[in-house]
């Protein structure tokens, strides 16, 4: 499956993104979703994770209760919305996916999008 992630941009603290992912290619056995993040300087972190089949996320402590991720099955997306955007989320974000027969193992991975927020 290919990953393309877009959305990123320059924006305030406390103002609101919201990044895409669509996926083509074989979806059948998707498994997660999810979003992670490389802080400048930093080693990439874990942002947030659905189920690609059930009711099912899971986010960082960092980003609860501002960030949501979602998805759009017939679309084969995933949005990750961001509000409340403070300078400590800028960062590189991807997109990446994984399957069935590893489920906790991302192993497809799309380019970044830049998030830049800052006063």
């Known amino acids: 499956v290919q990953l393309q992630a877009s959305g990123g941009g320059a924006v305030q603290p406390g103002d609101s993104l919201k990044l895409s992912c669509a996926a083509s290619?074989?979806?059948?056995?998707?498994?997660?979703m999810g979003w992670f993040r490389q802080p400048p300087g930093k080693e990439r972190e874990f942002v947030a994770r659905i189920r690609w089949n059930i009711d099912s996320t899971d986010y960082a402590d960092a980003v609860k209760g501002r960030f949501t991720m979602s998805r759009e099955n017939a679309k084969n997306k995933v949005y990750l919305q961001m509000n409340n955007l403070q300078p400590e989320d800028t960062a590189v974000y991807y997109c990446?996916?994984?399957?069935?027969?590893?489920?906790?193992?991302?192993?497809?991975w799309g380019q970044g999008t830049q998030v830049t927020v800052s006063s």
């Open positions: 990446a996916a994984s399957w069935i027969w590893a489920p906790a193992n991302f192993g497809s």
């Open positions: 290619g074989r979806t059948l056995n998707l498994y997660y």
